[in-house]
């Protein structure tokens, strides 16, 4: 059993992030097995769910001609297009159903609002509207956390930078995670949280 203090954060194993699914990353059902055997480590275990309404603004689908995998300025910067994914109620949103969500504490639906994307498990991608974890974290007095889940490039990196940011000692088993990998988005994320001081372990 690890301390008290420390956390485990599953980010986003759900069906449409694997394989078969809407926006499947590669391989993504093959870290399910280790995340069920880290859960038992850990005091506190939190489950993120991507959850969109089907007007939701990071959907290509909803941006009459445009192709999914390119980017568009939203006022909070640049925003990739995604497939539609993760519709809240779909199959596609529901968790993988080999995950083990009976050992959760708590639940973080994300991404449910039409106008923002939320790739972290803290803020929405303005980086100022806050999902609530920070405070629940905080106030069970958890100053680490290890994080896991899909995708390492998106999701798990902009949850473990603001983690770091929020001054919680941030750790990535990158071997419980699988990338999308876009256009180089893997080399940058791995970048950006070894320079905010995550670490990346195997
Ligand atoms: C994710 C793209 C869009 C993720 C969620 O979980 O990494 N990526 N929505
Ligand atoms: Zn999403």
């Given at each position: 059993m690890r301390p008290a203090t420390d956390a485990l954060i599953v980010?986003?194993?759900q069906n449409d992030f694997c394989p078969g699914g809407a926006l499947a990353v590669a391989e993504g059902d093959e870290i399910i097995r280790r995340i069920n055997g880290l859960m038992g480590e850990f005091a506190t275990v939190v489950l993120t769910q991507d959850w969109h309404p089907a007007n939701h603004a990071s959907f290509a689908d909803?941006?009459?001609g445009a192709e999914p995998f390119t980017l568009i300025q939203m006022p909070y910067g640049?925003?990739?297009?995604?497939?539609?994914?993760?519709v809240q109620g779909s199959r596609g949103a529901e968790f993988h159903r080999d995950l083990r969500t009976d050992p959760a504490h708590l639940i973080v639906r994300k991404?449910?609002?039409?106008?923002?994307?939320?790739?972290?498990?803290?803020?929405?991608?303005?980086?100022?509207?806050?999902?609530?974890?920070?405070?629940y974290l905080r106030s069970r007095g958890v100053?680490?956390?290890?994080?896991?889940?899909?995708?390492?490039?998106y999701c798990v990196a902009y949850s473990a930078l603001d983690a770091a940011r929020l001054e919680f000692k941030a750790t990535v088993l990158?071997?419980?995670?699988?990338?999308?990998?876009?256009?180089?988005?893997?080399?940058?994320?791995r970048d950006k949280m070894r320079a905010a001081g995550v670490a990346l372990e195997a």
């Open positions: 980010i986003d194993v909803n941006h009459p640049p925003q990739v297009l995604w497939p539609t994914h993760c991404g449910f609002r039409p106008e923002i994307d939320s790739y972290s498990a803290f803020f929405e991608n303005d980086h100022v509207t806050p999902t609530g974890l920070d405070g100053t680490a956390v290890t994080l896991v889940g899909l995708a390492t490039d990158e071997g419980a995670t699988r990338a999308i990998d876009l256009n180089g988005s893997l080399s940058e994320a």
